[in-house]
């Protein structure tokens, strides 16, 4: 067998209920030609590079699945006789793939998806009057500020302050001499 990726572009204006049909058709000609369908991305409605159909946006659906060329032909032909697709192309990913690991591939991918999906445990709920308050709580030191900090006085500033007074004291005790050649 071989591994297959079709996208197609359908008509944006089509409900969800008429999307529907479409789909399942492409499904169901992939199992009934014994391929396997690996996976059905739904993309949503996108705006298109160019017009077409005189549309401005189209809904992508991706198909990822394992056949022969025989399903591939069904599926385009039923694309070319659908007014509801606007395009849709074919890609041959791999000539020969084995679909058991193509199975295991896709069950590995759902059940991580699922471990992904589960909501995290929240921690132990604690009764009000046990929670802490802000207050309590600690602050980490890179959350503080800097004058939280700093407790201490820095001796940078009582140094800068300290000489005038020194000069000043020495002024008055020692002459120098200007002083004493004023006297």
Partial sequence: MRHYETIIILDPDLSAEKREP???RVQDVIEQQGGYLAFLDDWGARKLAYEIKKKERGYY????FCGTGAVVDEIERFFRIDDRVLKYMTVLLDKMVDIEKIKEEVAAAEKKAEESEK????PEAKAPDEQATPSEKEIPEAQTAPSELDTTEQPAEHSETQP???EGDKADKIPTETEEETK
């Fill in 22 to 24: 479409v789909l399942k």
């Fill in 119 to 122: 909501p995290v445990a929240p």
């Fill in 61 to 64: 659906v991706r198909f990822d």
């Fill in 164 to 166: 005038s007074e020194l």
